[in-house]
């Protein structure tokens, strides 16, 4: 089958690889018939993410038709059509039990290696690297999709595939981020970056009950979406040298309600200190750029929540831990637990209350992922989101 | 317009000093235990304490003690044993060759010099085996930097009146000088640990530290016969004797998961040891036999068969299994594995030691190699491929090339599909 795969920094290719195979018998394939290059791929593709190896299929948002089950998945037949989630998890350790499945306790094979860069080790996911597992990713024709008795989501007849697909990581994403800032009616709650994921997140605010959602970012073409799609108030951080003090000023000095990371690692911007972490990147002081987190947790008002969602994967310097303890901020974070999303994310999407394909801003085949990335990564075209299908 | 703004209808709740509208959590433990049962709970430490005491809810036996860890390889026994082989092996040369060492040491040999070295030679070997003893090693080594002291004091005083006799001995002085400075380390440093072991215990009698799997206070918790799981509970339940020749010598290695099912459903997978070789990756087979006897089975490098017999020692329904190679087997091994429940239905702690294979002839250095360099790595993913099979039902293989890895696996290939079907799918 055809394949798109990390050949090193900056380089995809397509490529010839085997069909995937039935290897537990718990699980599932899946031919694909749409698949996402999400913003965290940009991650990998920089070369930033850690125990990456070359020729390692790449791709966590897919969706496609159950072809082949394995001995232990009674609930899908062949022919069902379904939506994968990125956090490959087993339905049945503790973390499953209560719905954090992105912290599945028996899902990554290299457990050990993510224990020993953090500590302990969280799920297992599709093609982001060795130290989430190894598995192969979905920007392919085929998928082996492990658990599949657990794991995919049979997308009701009458909602397309375009509809569906982002229920596989960033649609729930979005909305996990806003989900657990706790937002009152009447709140005010600022978002960095406008990508796919803060699209969801501003959207997913206003459906918590926010009065106003405060966009933040430079590209002008996803304000622009974040204002007229999305009703966010926009902040442009090329016009404004002091991103908190801006959000002062709206908020009558107090400060958002609630701030949301959906940027991670490869934060841009501007200043010296912007400058200094670059120069710690370069020179592996550090290994993600804070610099938007930063600003959330200094903009954010005394007793308010920070929202990380955005991926970082391993050390930072210079963290404002003293604005965290004195100003009494409550931190919340995590990959997503798409599976507990899945279902009430698809009734508000059924019932036409949220329509995620606004986001979508290039259709083109698996063929041209490596041309997807050159476009998604350098914001050509007005790109925010490729959709790859694959026929 | 309203005068007076409204806060959102359930919004917004306004904190009342007064009213006493913030409420404290009242915890209530598991096993249902009142205010007077924590009480209680909380005199009867008072009164093992002596003075005061905690009045607040203690619910775990840990709680108030001091967590020291039963160290698996005590640090400062490499140095010991280092200087302990230096000390038999110089003292063995000055009995055997005294002359030799002498004229090295730029003395001239005379009978007296002779009976001088071989004394200190004498005296070298046997605080030599001393340190080798494992008693307490900061005597011997105090004995060892006094014999040095006097050494340097004898070298100033026998040398010889050549220039190149001055050399060696000065060459002497200073090896002596390094061997001191070098006891002298190790002494002080085995003192100061040892110290520091009894100052940490200093302040609680032995009963009030705990190492080891810490156990829970918590009826529901515990299903009878707690007696065994209590830390030492291997001790207690081989009595101190056999406790002692099972763990005398041992490499021992440790490792403990959670798994998110009961106390009994784990006990009983793991009691039936045929099931062992489906999460212990380098077990090829074990059958049962009559009276808690099994019969192992591993390759070698090469594929060649290893075997022994083995004899479960302790067994106590749900809550711990201790087993150990019969004396005649080529292949010594003991293990014990622990089950505690968690309180709150969390799942169970599996706490699991080995004293690992041990070698018992060329048979047992083969299989010794077959283990990959740290043990606790086959422990703790041994533990981990348990846990997976017992909450997932499999264990997951990452990609083609590790299952491929597997079945080329000597092991692994061995095993019936039958077998590697009923987990590994």
Known sequence: MKANCWMGKNMMQVREVPDPQILNRRDAIVKITSTAICGSDL???????????????????FMGEIIEVGRDVSNLVVGDRVVVPFPIACGHCSACDVGLTSLCENSNPN????????????CGIYGYGHMTGGFAGGQAEMVRVPFADFGPFKVPDGVSDEQALFLSDILPTGYMGAEQCDIKPGQTVAV??????????????????ASRVIAIDNVPYRLRMARERAGAITLNYDEIDDVPAALKELTGSRGPDACIDCVGMEAQGHGPMYAVDKVKMASKLQTDLPFALRQAILACRNGGVVSIVGVYVGMVDAFP????????????TGQTHVHRYMQP??????QGRLDPTFIITHRMSLQDAPRGYEIFDNKLENCEKVVLTVS | MREKQEPHEGSFQRFDRTASSYELHEVMHEDGASQDGRMQHGQRRSERGGDGGIATALPDTAAGRHYQPTPLRDPDQLVNSGIAWFSIMLGVTQIVAPDVLARLIGVRPSANTRTIMRAIGARAVATGFGLLSHTKSTPWLWTRFAGDVVDLSMLGTGIGRRADDRQRAARAALAVGGVAALDFYAASRNQRTERARLEANGFASPEETVSGPLTYDNAAARGGGAEAATPNGLRGVLGDDAFAATMAGSKKVRHAVTINRSAQELYEFWHDFENLPKFMRHLDQVTTQEGGRSHWVTRGPGGAKVEWDAEIVADVPNELIAWQSLPHADVRNAGTVRFIPVPGGRGTEVHVELDDMLPGGSLGAAVAKLFRSDPRHQVRDDLKAFKSVMEAGEILYANIAEKQQAERDDFRRAKSDAEMGEVRG
Not at chain 1, 112 to 120: D, Y
């Open chain 1, 321 to 332: 831990i003293g604005s965290i303890m004195n100003r009494g901020l409550r931190i919340v």
């Open chain 1, 192 to 209: 960095w970056g406008c990508g796919p994921v803060g699209q969801f997140a501003i959207a997913s605010a206003y459906l918590l009950g």
């Open chain 1, 43 to 61: 991650h990998l593709y920089h070369g930033v993410v850690p125990t990456m190896e070359k020729g390692d299929i790449i791709g966590h948002e």
């Open chain 1, 345 to 350: 994310l698809m009734n508000l999407i059924q």
């Open chain 1, 111 to 122: 457990s050990a290696l993510a224990e020993t860069i953090m500590g302990h080790s969280a």
